[in-house]
């Protein structure tokens, strides 16, 4: 139990385009989730956290504009990179709670290239 | 600041060379301490939550321990499979469960 998916596990892109990531949990419902930025040999940082039915809160420095972040239902949330530049390529992780649980359980992943 | 730091940063072993790995923390209240491995290019998969001090979680080779200001990730008669970096985290009461995680320790087991 407890599955997080991701998708697309990888994409490569032109600089100035956007590209949307999808993050859903398939076997369980999920009022928050939360979205990360890894960058190569670094670790996780907190990149906004995704709440159903209202707006994401976002981290000190990061830009609600360019990330725009969809929790549309208790499965789904989505990540939007508008206007990408190189800079923004990255690992982009989402994970999510079950209800009542502490725990998170992370998707495997999105590697984004930007070119 | 909530904060965590992880030591070693890289830790190689021979198989079936037992070690621990080490995450301090310091928070303002802890909900909860976190273990996860992580394998490259893959999200991290859960391994152990710890709440309280003096706690102990095992599964397989790993055993986790929690005291007031660290944790211990032990890792007893290692396998190459066991290569990963490990990653811990905390939860601080009052936040909205976002986690706050290390860097890391990268674990290599040799044949």
């Known amino acids: 139990g407890a599955v997080v998916s991701q998708h697309p596990s990888w994409v490569i892109c032109k600089s100035g385009t956007s590209v949307k990531i999808e993050c859903r949990s398939l076997?369980?419902?999920?009022?928050?989730m939360f979205w990360y930025r890894q960058f190569p040999k670094q670790s996780l940082m907190l990149m906004a956290t995704s709440n159903e039915g209202s707006k994401a809160t976002y981290e000190q420095g990061v830009e609600k504009d360019k990330f725009l972040i969809n929790h549309a239902s208790l499965t789904l949330s989505t990540l939007t990179v508008t206007s990408a530049h190189p800079e923004d390529s990255s690992f982009y992780i989402c994970s999510a709670s079950p209800s009542g649980v502490h725990e998170q359980f992370f998707g495997p992943g999105t590697r984004l290239t930007v070119l | 600041e909530d904060q965590v730091t992880q030591s070693p940063e890289a830790l190689r072993l021979q198989e079936g060379e037992s070690s621990s790995l080490n995450c301090s923390y310091t928070?303002?209240?802890?909900?909860?301490l976190f273990w996860y491995r992580q394998d490259p290019g893959k999200g991290p998969e859960f391994l152990f939550t710890l709440y309280s001090a003096g706690e102990e979680k095992e599964k397989e080779r790993l055993k986790a321990t929690l005291t007031k200001k660290e944790s211990f990730l032990h890792i007893t008669a290692p396998k190459p499979e066991d290569s990963a970096t490990y990653l811990c985290?905390?939860?601080?009461?009052?936040?909205?469960?976002?986690?706050?995680f290390g860097k890391g320790t990268k674990l290599s087991v040799k044949p």
């Open positions: 076997d369980f419902q999920a009022t928050t």
């Open positions: 985290a905390v939860q601080a009461v009052g936040s909205q469960g976002n986690l706050i």
């Open positions: 928070v303002s209240g802890l909900r909860g």
